[in-house]
């Protein structure tokens, strides 16, 4: 049976990867985590320099999932490679390091950085943060996501992972937009923007009053999203939102994902890609398959 996936470069031996932002650099996690039943880490985003995030609170459970304004709270890219990094490494699991910004040209300065380190071999390029002070995303634009896509990819030969929001008019406009600026995969979906209040204090529950929705109840949002670029990109696609056992990461393969992401599971049940992947390869068993990119677009309408 074979459980092995290829984006780009990178030849991951399971086709499960952590979410950005909800395993945080691996380091954590470390003394919790089966990390062997993982094909990738995906760190928690980094800019070009250390950031503190958006103000308290900055997380909170609310109806089928979490609402979520952390901010892009991390170390910078410096801060990464020197203090992070070496504790990435030594974990034993392929990583991807995620990168955020504020600009077209920050983004640049972080890659150009990132592609001079050894040992680093797939980028995602986070295009979709809700939480930042900005008029939009920069993947809300075709043009921008060309723009930032086709800079980077002429930079750097290593895997390049554009993630998306669903918070666009027509999805499969930005997912072609990114492919032809040269990206390797694609990741489906970001949070979505949502907010709540408490009745008795009268106030949001976020210090930012607004955040990025996660879980169970994006589920059926980002299927139909990861079905729709499916249909007209080449590229391989990464698919979550909402994923918790392994019937739903099935559905992703069905609607198109070649591999499943696993986010706010993460907080309650760190080790969730270990019962997701022994369900996968039960369900495979059970159908008779023996290779999981056939299931990969096997939606029957």
């Known amino acids: 049976m074979n459980l092995g996936v290829k984006i780009g470069k990178l030849q991951l031996k399971y086709p499960i990867v952590t979410a950005s932002g909800t395993f945080g650099f691996g380091e954590e996690l470390s003394s919790l985590v089966d990390f062997s039943s993982l094909g990738a880490l995906v760190t928690k985003t980094i800019t070009l320099k250390s950031r503190r995030g958006n103000p308290p609170p900055r997380i909170r459970e609310v109806e089928c999932g979490v609402l979520n304004s952390i901010g892009l709270d991390n170390p910078g890219v410096e801060g990464f490679l020197k203090n992070k990094l070496p504790k990435i490494k030594k974990l034993g699991v392929p990583f991807i390091v ?111 009053v607004y955040g990025g929705y996660s879980g169970k109840g994006i589920k059926p949002l ?20 909402g994923i918790d056992n392994y019937r739903d990461a099935i559905e992703f393969f069905l609607v198109g994902a070649k591999v499943i992401s696993l986010g706010t599971i993460n907080l309650v049940n760190p080790n969730a890609a270990k019962s997701i992947l022994n369900g996968i390869i039960k369900y495979m068993q059970k159908n008779k398959i023996k290779d999981i990119n056939e299931l990969v677009g096997g939606l029957v309408v």
Request: hydrophobic share 40%; charged share 25%; aromatic share 8%.
């Open 222 to 241: 980002s299927l139909y999203r990861v079905w729709e670029c499916a249909k007209v990109v080449k590229i391989p696609i990464i698919g979550g939102g």
């Open 98 to 208: 995620s990168v955020g910004g504020y600009s077209p040209s920050e983004y640049v300065e972080v890659v150009k950085v990132l592609d001079r380190v050894k040992g680093i071999k797939a980028i995602e390029i986070n295009l979709s943060c809700p939480n930042l002070r900005q008029k939009k995303m920069f993947s809300q634009s075709a043009r921008l996501t060309f723009k930032i896509t086709d800079s980077l990819r002429r930079i750097t030969k290593k895997t390049l992972i554009v993630k998306l929001t669903g918070e666009v008019e027509d999805i499969r406009k930005i997912a072609k937009s990114a492919e032809y600026g040269g990206a390797d995969a694609l990741s489906l979906v970001n949070t979505f923007f949502a907010m709540g209040v408490d009745v008795d204090t009268k106030k949001p529950f976020l210090g930012r």
